[in-house]
């Protein structure tokens, strides 16, 4: 069974006629007439019942012809995808991540983007969860990290993969140095910088502290994060930070990173895609990398993975948002 055939086949059932379908495909009748035949001799069933009034499907044939057009749509996307493996035509791919992902992974996926020979200019752009949905819906970027959106957006595939816990940083001369988690109640003893009040984190933080009838004390606000790191070095006042924009000042002992505890203060990394058209070849080379990388991230001191059951039970609960 070849393609020709079945591009034949379809175009006869949708002509209603082989003389025309001859005509539309630039081929004489009797050749046509030929294909079909041995169509039918091959699958062993009649597909065309034929008249002086022209042809029409038997049962086997329309559910050949159902399958036919599936499997001619299939070719038509892999012809097109394979292309974009051609290194002469060199396509173009963006990742967003957002800042405090882009510390853990901005630099070890360009490596291993470069060390596949990806048949791509990839771009890796740095944006705030918020703006990462929408750049997909958009066409902008093509894959996505981004933490707690909302899975119901409109042609954007959101899937949780991670929960990154949240983590009290502070210098090592404070009060507060000390090892291992640290109780939510104890943040109301700490004086705070942030970088602005709109943070999704600083709003979680809290809510949580509302719920427990605690005060937090927001002293110094500043758009550097160097600048708040330094100011939290001397002393000066603690944050509320993911581990990733700490992790280098943590190793070399400049800053202290603790849990949050009692209860944790977790948020959720969502893997986002565009839906209902297919990815091209590069996307789904990149996307295995990205995924790999996640899987990484896991046995990092901040990572959980998502499992299935809990996946599903977060997906279903945020869907149901209006």
Known sequence: MRVRQLESFVCVCE???ITQAAAILNIVQPALGSQITALERELGVQLLDRSPRGIKTTPAG????EEARDLLGRFSTIKKNIKTFNNSEQ???????TASLSMLLAAPLAQEFN???LAAKVHIIEDISHNLPERIAKGEIDLALAFDVAPYIKAVNCTPVLTESLFFVTGPATEFNKQGPIDLAELSRATFVISTEKSHIIQLVKQAMEQLHLPLDVTYQIESKQAIKGLIAQGTASALLPYGVVAREVEAGTLIARKIANPPLTRTLFLLQPSGNPISGH?????????????HLAGNIAFELVEPAARQRLYRGRTSQP
């Open 15 to 17: 002509s209603g006629s």
């Open 283 to 295: 996307a789904k080379v990149a996307l295995s990398i990205i995924e790999k990388f996640i899987a």
């Open 91 to 97: 396509g173009h791919l963006s990742i967003g991540l």
């Open 62 to 65: 329309q559910y050949f012809l």
């Open 115 to 117: 060390r596949q020979n």
